[in-house]
């Protein structure tokens, strides 16, 4: 029994090894491209400006993008949570509504709370909601 157990765990090591070195060969040709673009954006700087240190810039992290809802589908569904509501909702409320209209999960609050944020504020721009309160006792309610 225990020799068959060591050759299913010895069959999961190896192909968990195999995707491991297969993903490390795929990041180390990334990064190979990388840093020889790098080397040309570089080049191309100090053509422009022969006083510039281009490995003095800082740099900046990734953005990385979590595809929950499609182009203007976010707005569109914070819209229609505020008219369903028919009262200011707070920003927690509104993800809570969005969770249960497009089916997400519990898990998916962390990643759309800010991108709610960050869209009531353009919709505050575009005169489409107004933001009452500060700080956790926002509410938000769609302008007349």
């Known amino acids: 029994m225990n020799e068959l157990g060591n050759k299913y765990a010895l069959a999961a090591m190896k192909d968990q090894r195999a995707r491991l070195a297969g993903e490390i060969a795929h990041l180390k040709k990334r990064l190979a491209w990388a840093e020889e673009h790098i080397r040309h954006v570089d080049a191309s700087l100090q053509l422009l400006d022969p006083q510039l240190f281009p ?29 369903r509501a028919g009262k200011p909702l707070g920003t927690r409320e509104i993800v809570t509504a969005l969770l249960k209209a497009g089916g997400h999960g ?12 960050g869209n009531l ?11 009452s309160g500060r700080g956790m006792s926002v509410t938000w309610n769609l302008c007349a």
């Open 121 to 131: 504020a353009y919709q505050e721009g575009r005169k489409k909601v107004t933001k």
């Open 55 to 83: 490995n003095l810039i800082p740099a900046r992290r990734p953005q990385v993008r979590i595809k929950l809802f499609r182009q203007g589908e976010l707005g569109r569904m914070i819209i229609d949570a505020l008219r």
């Open 106 to 117: 519990e898990s998916a609050r962390p990643a759309l709370a800010p991108r709610v944020r």
